[in-house]
């Protein structure tokens, strides 16, 4: 089951848009792909609870999480084999860490902690709060932007990802994103 959360090895770059709600990481992420002609990872959180909220005009509830990380992972592992060199990636369990920890009083499911932690990225791209909130039937803290756009940074900190922080409007964050990818690309 533990399988179910862990990245497949590759030699891909994987990159993560990361950061809170109504910012923009889907768009990006899809024009990302496109630039560089590869595959993107979309989030499956945003799919599994539409559907829950469709059906059951529910919201996210923490037995919800597991099936989530799970989801995700296995997105992220079929993705990883189509991709050629670079893999963008909408979301990762270290986001969804962070929002078990804002909605849950801090808590975490051990092994959603455990492979937030060991799954590896090789870039982080965090998406500012300074462009507008877009409402929809799932995102719902438009006047705590700011102080979860500080955890989320903070949590890149802590846990010592490499990340750039996306600021400005749609154009400028992808030129950002651009520099910085090929500048990792260059390296590696």
């Known amino acids: 089951m533990e399988a179910a959360y862990k990245q497949k090895p590759t030699n891909l770059v994987k990159v993560v848009l990361f950061g809170p709600e109504s910012t923009g990481k889907t768009t990006l992420a899809q024009e990302l792909a496109d630039h560089y002609k590869t595959s993107w990872v ?42 050629d060199q670079l893999l963008i990636c909408d979301t990762d369990l270290l986001e969804t860490k962070v929002y078990s920890e804002i909605y849950f009083n801090d808590y975490c499911h051990p092994l959603l902690e455990q492979y937030a932690l060991e799954n590896a ?68």
Request: proline letters at 4%; one cysteine or more.
């Open 42 to 83: 979309p989030e499956y959180a945003r799919e599994y609870l539409q559907k829950k909220w469709d059906q059951e005009k529910k919201i996210c509830e923490l037995s919800d999480l597991l099936p989530i990380a799970r989801g995700q992972m296995r997105l992220e592992n079929i993705l990883s084999e189509e991709a």
């Open 121 to 188: 990225y090789d870039l982080y791209l965090l998406t500012n709060i300074d462009i507008p909130w877009v409402k929809d039937d799932l995102r719902d803290k438009p006047f705590e932007r700011e102080t979860i756009f500080e955890i989320f940074k903070a949590s890149l900190e802590k846990y010592g990802r490499n990340f750039v922080i996306l600021k400005g409007d749609k154009d400028q964050r992808f030129n950002q994103a651009i520099l910085t990818i090929n500048q990792h690309l260059k390296r590696s």
